[in-house]
C-alpha cells in the first residue's frame, strides 16, 4: 500500500453522492451499500483505477470484478447480452442477479481478469443506484472486504478492512439481504449457477424453463480442476476461529455441537432461533428463524465472533433449498469445507 489516507464515513446526502461521483470520475475508490453486501467501487473504463481495487484488498489479480449499471443503455457499450441473458434482466434487474456476458472491447483487461466474459449487474439499492447515476461511469466492484474475509454488511464492516486504503464509505446502513448476487452463465441454451443467491435456481428455472447449478458450488474444487469462476478457488469468508458446520436432523446436530463445545474452552454456537433452547445455556450467536434472515446475519456473526474472541465456531447446516444454498455455499467456504454429516 501507499502512504495511509483518511477514510470518511458519510450519510448518503446528496452532496455525499456528489462527492462519491467526482471521486469515481477522478479515479479513486468508493464503498457503497447494495441490497446485497457493500461493495468497493471504481471507474470500470479507468484500469488504474480498477487495478487500485486489487492493491486496497489484497484480491488475486485472477479474480475478475463485477461492473456496476444503473440503466440498460450502459450495457450496449460494455458487452453483448444473449437473449436469455437479456430476459434475465428484465425479470430480475435491478436485483441481486449478476450476468455473465460478453465483454466488447472497451472493458479493460484487468477487470475480467483476461476472460472474454464480464459479470453485469444493476443493483437496486437506491444509494448504489443514485451513486452509480450521478457519476454516470459504469462501476466495478468487488465486496468492500479484505480478500479471505467475511463480505460487509455494514459501512462499520467495511470500516475495520478498508480504514486508510480507500478515501470514502458511503453509509447506507446493514444490507437487506446479506450475501453476495447470484452469478449467473446465461451464454449456453441452459442457464448455470456459477455462485448462489437471492435469486434462485427455482426462480430462474420458472423463468427461462431450466437451471443448472455448477457443481463445485457445494464442494472444494480437486487438484488442478479449472475453476468456472475464479473466486470459487480462493480462501474466503474465513473468520479467525475455526469454524466446523453440522448437518443432519435437529437433536442429532445439536448432540453433536453440545458434545464438541464442552471439548473447548471459547467456543460459540451458531443455531437457527427455533433449535436456541437444545443448547442450553451455552454461548450462542443466533442465526434468526428463516433462511433469509441465515442469509442476512451469516456475515455479521462471522465478524462478531472474531470480535468476542472465540477461536472455536460450530455452526448448524441449513436447507439447501432456494436461498438457503446461497447461505451453504458461503458457510462451506468459511469453515473451509469442514462440513459433518452427523445422521447414521
Ligand atoms: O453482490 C455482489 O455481487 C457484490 C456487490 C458489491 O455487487 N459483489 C461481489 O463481488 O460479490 P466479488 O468480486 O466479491 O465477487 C464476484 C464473483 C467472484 O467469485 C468472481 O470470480 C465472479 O464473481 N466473477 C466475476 N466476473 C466473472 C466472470 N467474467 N466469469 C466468471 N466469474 C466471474
Ligand atoms: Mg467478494
Wanted: net charge negative; aromatic share 4%.
Amino acid at each position: 500500500m501507499e502512504k495511509e489516507i483518511k477514510t470518511r464515513v458519510l450519510q448518503p446526502t446528496a452532496e455525499a453522492l456528489r462527492e462519491a461521483a467526482e471521486l469515481l470520475k477522478r479515479g479513486e475508490l468508493v464503498a457503497f451499500p447494495t441490497e446485497t453486501v457493500y461493495g468497493l467501487g471504481a471507474d470500470a473504463l479507468n484500469a488504474d483505477a480498477v487495478r487500485s481495487i486489487f492493491a486496497a484488498k489484497n484480491r488475486p489479480a485472477d479474480n475478475p470484478l463485477i461492473v456496476h449499471i444503473w440503466d440498460k443503455s450502459q450495457l450496449d457499450a460494455l458487452c453483448e447480452p444473449t437473449e436469455t441473458a437479456l430476459k434475465l434482466m428484465d425479470a430480475f434487474w435491478p436485483g441481486p442477479l449478476t450476468v455473465l456476458c460478453r465483454r466488447k472491447p472497451t472493458v479493460p483487461d484487468v477487470v475480467t481478469a483476461g476472460l472474454d466474459t464480464v459479470g453485469m449487474r444493476m443493483p437496486s439499492h437506491p444509494v448504489a443506484r443514485e451513486m452509480l447515476r450521478v457519476s454516470g461511469v459504469p462501476v466495478a466492484a468487488p465486496s468492500a472486504n479484505l480478500s479471505t474475509r467475511p463480505s460487509p454488511t455494514t459501512a462499520a464492516h467495511v470500516l475495520e478492512d478498508m480504514d486508510g486504503r480507500i478515501p470514502l464509505i458511503l453509509d447506507g446502513g446493514a444490507c437487506d439481504f446479506g450475501v453476495e448476487s447470484t452469478v449467473l452463465d446465461a451464454s449456453g441454451p441452459v442457464p448455470v449457477i456459477l455462485r448462489p443467491g437471492a435469486v434462485t435456481r427455482e426462480m430462474v428455472a420458472e423463468l427461462v424453463g431450466a437451471c443448472e447449478v455448477a457443481d463445485s458450488v457445494m464442494r472444494p474444487l480437486k487438484e488442478g480442476e479449472t475453476a468456472p469462476s475464479p473466486g470459487m478457488k480462493h480462501k474466503h469468508y474465513a473468520p479467525k476461529g475455526r469454524l466446523t458446520i453440522y448437518r443432519g436432523r435437529a437433536e442429532a446436530v445439536a448432540k453433536a455441537i453440545c458434545e464438541a463445545y464442552d471439548r473447548e474452552e471459547n467456543a460459540v454456537i451458531l443455531p437457527l432461533d427455533d433449535h436456541a433452547a437444545l443448547y442450553g445455556d451455552r454461548r450462542t450467536l443466533p442465526m434468526g428463524r428463516t433462511l433469509l434472515d441465515a442469509a442476512h446475519h451469516l456475515f455479521a456473526s462471522l465478524r462478531e465472533a472474531d470480535h468476542l474472541g472465540y477461536t472455536r465456531l460450530l455452526a448448524e447446516a441449513v436447507s439447501e433449498e432456494e436461498v438457503g444454498l446461497a447461505v451453504m455455499n458461503r458457510m462451506a467456504r468459511a469453515a473451509a469445507f469442514d462440513v459433518e454429516d452427523v445422521d447414521n
